[in-house]
C-alpha cells in the first residue's frame, strides 16, 4: 500500500557510493526553500534505539553474524523508526526523506541472501504498518564507480567489505525491482555528476507535487 496520509514520503535507494546521502541532503534544501517541514531519516537508523541497532547490524566487528539475525535486526530498527518518526510525522503533513527504507531488505537479503522475498515482504508490511513512499528513486551507479566513491570515502561498513560479485548482485536485484514497480519506482544514473542528478530528481519531484 502507497501512502495514504497527508504528508509525503520518497525513498532513496541503491547500491553503495550512489549519493544518496549528497542528494537526500540537496533535495531537503530544495524544499525548505519553498517552505516544506521535512523530516530526514536514514536506514538502519534515524531514532536513538535504530542508530544502537545500526552500529550491531553494521560493525565490521560482526562479519560472523547470522542471516536471520541481520534479517531481524533491519527490521527491529524499522519497525521503531516508523512508529516513532515516519508515521507521526506523515499524519502531521510533513515531508519524509528516506536515506534506504523496506526496498534495501528486499534486495539485500530477500534476493542477494536468498532469504526470501516473501518473508521478508510480510516483516517489511509488519515494521512500515504496510506504508510505502509515494516515489523511490534508485540512484543506479556501476560498481566499479560506487565501490571507488565508498573507499575514497574511508566510511567502509560491514556490507562494504562485501565482493564485487556482491555488489554486483545488489545492482541487479534493485534494477529488477525497479522494472517490477514502474509507478513508484524512477531509475536515475548516478554515474553523472552530482549537480546532473540533483536536477533530474528535481525535475520528477517538481513535476510529480506540481512544484515551482
Known sequence: MINNSP?????????????????????????????????????????????????????????????TTEVLLFQAARAQVYRELILPSLETGKWVLADRTSDSSIVYQGIVRDFGVEIIKELNGLSTKD????ITFLLDVSV?????????????????????????????AYLSLAESEPKRFVVIDANQSIEKVSEEIWRVVAERFELQ
Open 7 to 67: 504528508g509525503v514520503f520518497i525513498s532513496f535507494e541503491g547500491g553503495e557510493g550512489a549519493g544518496k546521502s549528497v542528494q537526500i541532503v540537496r533535495l531537503r534544501e530544495k524544499l525548505e526553500e519553498l517552505g516544506k517541514k521535512i523530516v530526514l531519516i536514514r536506514e538502519p537508523g534515524g531514532t536513538a534505539i535504530s542508530e544502537q541497532i545500526r552500529e550491531v547490524v553494521l560493525s565490521i566487528k560482526n562479519m560472523g553474524m547470522a542471516y
Open 144 to 172: 566499479e564507480v560506487g565501490l571507488a566513491r565508498r573507499a575514497a570515502s574511508d566510511k567502509n561498513d560491514r556490507l562494504d567489505l562485501k565482493s564485487k560479485d556482491f555488489h554486483t548482485k545488489v545492482r541487479e
Open 131 to 134: 506504508t510505502y513512499p509515494d
